[in-house]
């Protein structure tokens, strides 16, 4: 099995920044992407980046895109999102995601779930 452990939200104000990370353990060896998703109250969750976890390739929805940068570190087995310019619209339980095919922005192509990291702007 496969377990993801998200870290790093908390409470910034509007143009502020912070770092997420997501940690991965377990049988991890078949994952081949990994993502950020994000979930606001009342509304549907969301894609918001993903990286190919060996050539990475990233992709990013159009509303974070220049402002939000995805990466991560094979020799941690770690996802990050760093997250800048951050505005109201961006509160929201970010969740990372694995997935044993290619980059994708639909959350169904992903096969492994984090339990969220609550991220609030708000000024």
């Known amino acids: 099995q496969v377990q993801l452990v998200e870290s790093g939200g908390g409470l910034v104000q509007p143009g502020g920044s912070l770092r997420l990370s997501c940690g991965a353990s377990?049988?991890?060896?078949?994952?081949?992407?990994m993502g950020w998703f994000r979930q606001a109250p009342g509304k549907e969750r969301e894609f918001v980046a993903a990286?190919?976890?060996?050539?990475?390739?990233?992709i990013y929805a159009d509303t974070v895109k220049g402002r939000f940068t995805i990466s991560r570190s094979n020799y941690k087995n770690t996802l990050y999102l760093q997250m800048n310019s951050l505005k109201p619209e961006d509160t929201a339980v970010y969740y990372c995601?694995?997935?044993?095919?290619?980059?994708?922005?639909?959350?169904?192509?992903?096969?492994?779930w984090g339990q969220g990291t609550q991220v609030t702007v708000s000024s």
């Open positions: 990286i190919s976890w060996t050539g990475g390739s990233t």
């Open positions: 377990g049988s991890t060896f078949r994952i081949n992407a």
């Open positions: 995601a694995a997935t044993y095919s290619n980059v994708a922005p639909e959350a169904s192509h992903y096969d492994h």
